[in-house]
């Protein structure tokens, strides 16, 4: 069964780079059918897709956040992880990894499916 | 880019059926698929509805998803409520660029 589990620090100052990394277990990050993904969560609030990215490194990002977010892969690691540079309080948030399939009808993309348990980062000096 | 707008909230009696809207603002509903997450309070997302009306394996044949292309919307339809079924619900597709959008969310309030 695939597990997503989410590490980093819990607490990074304003206008720092938050760090994490998503460690898969269970199946292969370098499988062709799928892409990875980070979505956030403030507290109390909805759900915010950050970016996407496949094992040969190709990437999607929330154009909102584009100019501060780097996604990256390993797959000796099976690993990918996300940086966010320049934080403030707003990047307070639950931060959720998880897999995003493709339709084997007509190949657009479907799912977010399984997500990790989620870590909080809390922005504050 | 466009955006999904559903009902801050709703509220139905055990047994009755509930139905959540997600309106898009701009762009085909039917250009990219339509999923629905459940969330309940301390957990991480689940999927209910995957391509506009799909079932993962686990998920009971009481809830269901749809598409209208005339008020270009997609429903979750949730039959036979139960008070495990109070949560937030969330619908989430993609624009053209595959860039993956989410709805606000809708707590659902089974009393």
């Known amino acids: 069964q695939l597990q997503l589990q989410e590490s980093g620090p819990g607490l990074v100052k304003p206008s720092e780079t938050l760090s994490l990394t998503c460690t898969v277990s269970?199946?292969?990050?370098?499988?062709?059918?799928?892409?990875w993904g980070w979505i956030r969560q403030p507290p109390g609030k909805g759900l915010e897709w950050i970016g996407s990215i496949y094992y040969s490194g190709s990437t999607y990002y929330n154009p909102s956040l584009k100019s501060r977010v780097t996604i990256s892969v390993d797959t000796s690691k099976n690993q990918f992880s996300l940086k966010l540079s320049s934080v403030t309080a707003a990047d307070t948030a639950v931060y959720y990894c998880?897999?995003?399939?493709?339709?084997?009808?007509?190949?657009?993309?479907?799912?977010?499916?399984?997500w990790g348990q989620g870590t909080l980062v809390t922005v504050s000096s | 880019n466009f955006m999904l707008t559903q009902p801050h909230s709703v509220s139905e009696s055990p047994g009755k059926t509930v139905t959540i809207s997600c309106t898009r603002s701009?762009?085909?509903?039917?250009?990219?698929?339509v999923q629905w997450y459940q969330q309940r309070p301390g957990s991480a997302p689940t999927t209910v509805i995957y391509e506009d009306n799909q079932r993962p394996s686990g998920v009971p044949d009481r809830f269901s998803g749809s598409i209208d292309s005339s008020s270009n919307s997609a429903s979750l339809t949730i039959s036979g409520l139960k008070t495990e079924d109070e949560a937030d619900y969330y619908c989430q597709s993609y624009d053209s660029s595959n860039h993956a959008v989410f709805g606000g969310g809708t707590k659902l309030t089974v009393l």
């Open positions: 998880a897999r995003r399939g493709y339709s084997g009808y007509d190949f657009r993309p479907n799912w977010f499916d399984p």
């Open positions: 701009s762009g085909s509903i039917a250009s990219n698929y």
């Open positions: 269970g199946g292969s990050i370098s499988s062709s059918s799928y892409y």
